[in-house]
């Protein structure tokens, strides 16, 4: 008997359907919790989910949880970066980096790293040049321990244990437990600190843009020491907290299918 365009199409949307219970769940996933959590035959998800590792799209970490893979943060970002959003979001990047008069952009957070999603460079002949795209480490920049302050206590601190505290600048926090109570003062504050702990002579704070209360990226800035002082940064907070709301509602708005 012919099949009929949904059953032939069933397979694809499995897939999909995978792919996004993996990229969206609150709690760590094997391919049994995935058969579960979508009503399909066990054997069905191992299948497909050994088919979605070989192909690059998701990979199992070593508690054996999946996680989204290359391919598939590939995919995120190329999406993000055409949304019908964009010149609105960059709308505002813009209006935040003539308040400030420094370069000001947004992060996103990828395992141990994060990723230069969009920026909007300042007007200054001395600049720190981080282009979009490039991949910094979690644990000495604003947006990534901004991001690590999100974290569950138990999660943050298996994380510190485990990831290499390399010294990059002259105030990068090589302690584990100095590094910690940094991420915890980060979280009672809400603003992510880089005072020239990545790149000498390089500050940076970081807010965070949250999606219906949960962690989304980072919106930061940063600037040369010669021309604003950490606590000179600081002062822009409530400019960065503003325009991430603004980035917020943006988001919140196209989930619901408000902006067209």
Request: glycine share 6%.
């Amino acid at each position: 008997m012919p099949q009929t365009p949904r059953e032939k199409g069933s397979s694809i949307i499995r897939v999909l359907e995978m792919l996004e219970t993996i990229a969206l769940a609150e709690r760590p996933m094997s391919a049994t919790d995935v058969a579960f959590e979508l009503e399909i035959p066990k054997a069905s998800a191992h299948r497909l989910v050994q088919t979605l590792e070989n192909e690059g799209y998701i990979q199992t970490n070593m508690r054996g949880n999946l996680v989204a893979a290359k391919r598939l943060n590939n995919i995120a970002l190329g999406i993000l970066q055409s949304s019908n959003l964009k010149d609105q979001r960059r709308a505002i990047l813009e209006n935040l980096t003539l308040e400030i008069d420094e370069t000001c952009g947004i992060s996103l957070p990828d395992g141990t790293e994060m990723i230069y999603y969009d920026r909007v460079q300042a007007n200054w002949p001395l600049q720190v040049y981080l282009p979009i795209g490039s991949r910094v480490p979690i644990s000495c920049t604003s947006g990534g321990k901004l991001y690590m302050s999100q974290m569950p206590v138990p999660k943050l601190k298996r994380l510190i244990d485990n990831i290499p505290l390399t010294k990059r600048a002259r105030n990068t926090i090589i302690d584990k437990q100095q590094l910690f109570d940094e991420i915890m003062h980060i979280r009672d504050s809400g603003i992510g600190l880089d005072n020239e702990e990545f790149i000498d002579g390089m500050v940076a704070c970081s807010v965070a843009i949250n999606v219906h209360g949960k962690f989304h990226a980072a919106l930061f800035c940063h600037a040369p020491v010669i021309r604003k002082s950490m606590d000179d940064l600081l002062l822009y907070a409530p400019h960065l907290l503003r325009a991430a709301g603004k980035i917020t509602a943006l988001l919140e708005e196209q989930e619901s299918g408000c902006i067209e």
